[in-house]
Every structure is written in C-alpha cells, then in structure tokens.
C-alpha cells in the first residue's frame, strides 16, 4: 500500500472511532432515560423524559450513519481480497447490524413512550441497556485483537 493509502486509512479509522464514540454515548444514555420513564409516576417528568428521549435519539442518528459511512469506506480502501480474508470482520459486521437494528428499535421505543404505551418495566430497559455494551466489547476485541 502507498503512504498516501495508509494515511488516508487512518484518517478514516480515526473519525470512523470518533463517531462511533459519540454514537455509543447516546446509545448507552437512551436506555437509562427508558428506565427513568418507565418508573416515573409524575406526568410532568414523564413528558421531560419524551422530549429528552427523542432529541437523543434524533441526534446520535446522524453519529451512526456516519460510523457505517466511513467502516464501508475503510473496507472499500482496503479492499475485496482483504474484506475476504478478514474474517474477524465479518463477525464485527454481524454485530454491528445488530446493533443498528437496536438503534432502529429504539425509534420504536420512542414512539412508544411518547404515545404513552409502554407496558415493559424498568428491569426491561436496564437488561436492554447492556446489549450494546457486550456489543461494544465484542466489536472491540475484533477490531484490535483480530482473533481470526
């Protein structure tokens, strides 16, 4: 690979972390807003809880589809041959469109509070809080460890 390949790279790498950064910030902070609704009694609080969970929700969504941009970019700048033989990677990838369908529930999940329909407790939200931290580990592990 020429320097300006591998430069180029790790310019990719490096604001493809940031954002994914930034978006794990609003991905792990969501949940605990579902759990402080879930076991609120104050109409009042509940209804500051709609509005803080939507704008979240609403700004950590341009985050995450600037991860995906710049991962597809990074695999383009590597290239097939290399996507092929990375198999840690396919396993990261797996992962990460799990978590992408965890952000796209969590627009239901808002929707679902702001209509006042929640029917799941705290405890729901709390356990539903951790699938993006072992997440988080996985992808983590793949990515720098490249145990395949």
């Known amino acids: 690979m020429t320097s300006f390949l591998i430069n180029n790279i790790l310019w990719l790498k490096a604001f493809h ?6 978006w794990f910030a ?3 902070y ?11 009694n104050s109409t009042e609080v509940a209804e500051q809880l709609k509005g803080m969970e939507r704008r979240l929700l609403y700004f950590v969504t341009p985050f995450a589809l600037f991860t995906l941009i710049l991962g597809l970019a990074i695999i383009h700048a590597y290239g097939h041959d290399w996507f092929v033989a990375a198999k840690w ?3 990261k990838l797996t992962l ?11 627009f239901k999940l808002v929707k679902t509070f702001a209509q006042d329909k929640n029917q799941r407790s705290g405890k ?3 356990i539903f809080n951790e699938i993006p ?3 988080l580990f996985a992808v983590i592990i793949l990515a720098y460890v490249k145990p395949m």
């Open 17 to 22: 972390v940031i954002f994914m950064v930034a």
């Open 26 to 28: 609003g991905i792990f």
């Open 30 to 40: 969501l949940p605990r807003l579902f759990v402080n609704h879930a076991e609120t």
């Open 89 to 91: 990677l396919h396993i």
């Open 96 to 106: 990460v469109i799990v978590l992408y369908i965890y952000h796209g529930y969590c």
């Open 124 to 126: 729901f939200y709390r």
């Open 133 to 135: 931290v072992l997440i």
